[in-house]
């Protein structure tokens, strides 16, 4: 997904990240108590997040991304997948007919990516079942804001308190809201901050998922980091939030 810049997103980044196993596995995890059977994943890219999710053996699976270079090789790779749909456009085209029609929400590595953050949050809470969660990953720290991140057209890098902030006035509870892989902030500030790289290549994205996840998820098993290159924030819906339309 790639909404500031209204270009393709690339593609050849998200097949880079195909190979991050362990990675995607650590995230589940974290996820994983909250996950429900009716799930939206806003900004799904090519589906690598996507087709893990149909472990959960979801009663609906929604999968939205934006992009049309990306949308194709999504619709390819989850074509034929059961109760699973495909859809193409940003949440602002569909909200309206999805109203409390899902009880998981997840948006993995895309809020970055949205210029009006606040009422985009508004809008996936009008689309989530009271009870229901929304589940957030997003890149941490606008210090290690680089050419990766410019590149792939990221408004800007959270503070824990900046995402929590999103959720002022709103009828959720924060069920927890941490800093995640502490070990990547020091590679990801070497790469792309101060080499100023722009790309991730699989060679690079395999070495990390091998070398450094396993080790950090076993760390942050028994202690959360004070920071981390990202964030996690999952909240729990109250009473009803506003609909489209509604003020706040």
């Known amino acids: 997904m790639n909404s500031k810049t209204g270009a393709p997103y690339f593609a050849d980044d998200l097949e880079a990240m195909d190979s991050a196993s362990r990675y995607y596995s650590w995230m589940l995890d ?3 108590p909250h996950i429900g059977k009716r799930i939206l994943e806003v900004g ?3 589906g690598n997040f996507s087709e893990r999710l149909l472990d959960w053996k979801p009663d609906l699976l929604t999968c939205l991304e934006p992009s049309a270079n990306v949308a194709v090789k999504l619709e390819q790779r989850l074509a034929g997948a059961k109760n699973t749909e495909t859809k193409r456009g940003l949440l602002a085209d569909h909200a309206a007919g999805w109203q409390e029609r899902y009880d998981t929400i997840f948006y993995i590595n895309v809020l970055e990516h949205v210029k009006h953050d606040r009422d985009e949050v508004v809008r ?3 689309c989530l079942k009271a009870g229901g969660h929304l589940l957030i990953f997003v890149p ?3 210090r290690l804001y680089g050419r990766a991140d410019e590149l792939f057209g990221h408004y800007r890098r959270y503070t824990q308190s900046q995402l929590m ?3 002022q006035a709103q009828p959720v509870d924060i069920v927890r809201c941490h800093y995640w892989d502490v070990l990547g902030v020091l590679p990801w500030w ?3 901050v101060l080499l100023r790289r722009g790309v991730m290549n699989r060679r690079m994205v395999k070495l990390y998922d091998t070398a450094v996840v396993p080790v950090a998820r076993f760390l942050e098993s028994y202690f959360t ?3 981390g290159k990202n964030l996690i924030l999952i909240a729990r819906k109250g009473a009803r939030a506003p609909r489209q339309g509604e003020t706040s």
Do not use: M
């Open 30 to 32: 974290a996820f994983a």
């Open 44 to 46: 799904a890219g090519s």
């Open 124 to 126: 996936a809470l009008s």
């Open 140 to 142: 941490a720290l606008p």
């Open 165 to 167: 902030d999103l959720f």
């Open 190 to 192: 070497i790469t792309f």
């Open 225 to 227: 980091p004070p920071l």
